[in-house]
């Protein structure tokens, strides 16, 4: 993987549409349901090395990105989707060289009947 720390090429990683189980609600008992939340990302990092040789290791492999957001959703109790995201970044942050992220976070049906789903947008940059 590339040691690049400064990403100023405005190049960006996207996953959309992650899915993980999650304790995540205000409640004991909501936290206990372990409901799966979807989230997308965009990393920002400098890809050109990448696209100029075709080698993984100028990159940030997707599955890698994955297990690191499914262990911060799945690992802890989260009461708020705020607090989710945070982590979430926080551990990009930890694991990656990104310059920043992006990073939607959506809970599904969170009240019955009424609403489809809610969430957060957060930005974060180094």
């Not at 590339?2 to 999650?22: C, N, W, Y």
């Not at 304790?23 to 997308?40: I, S």
């Not at 920002?44 to 990448?50: H, V």
């Not at 969170?110 to 969430?119: E, K, N, R």
Request: zero cysteines; glycine letters at 8%; aromatic letters at 4%.
């Amino acid at each position: 993987m590339s040691t690049s720390k400064t990403d100023r090429s405005g190049d960006v990683i996207l996953l959309e549409g992650i899915e993980v189980p999650s304790a995540l609600g205000v409640t004991e008992a909501e936290r206990q349901m372990r409901r799966p939340v979807r989230l997308d990302l965009e990393l920002g990092f400098d890809l050109s090395r990448a696209g100029r040789t075709d080698d993984l290791s100028e990159t940030i492999d997707y599955g890698e990105i994955y297990e690191v957001v499914a262990k911060v959703a799945s690992g802890r109790e989260h009461k708020l989707v705020e607090a989710l995201g945070e982590r979430i970044a926080d551990a990009l942050f930890e694991n990656f060289p990104i310059d920043s992220v992006s990073l939607t976070v959506r809970k599904s049906k969170p009240i019955a009947g009424v609403l489809d789903s809610a969430g957060i947008r957060i930005n974060r940059r180094r």
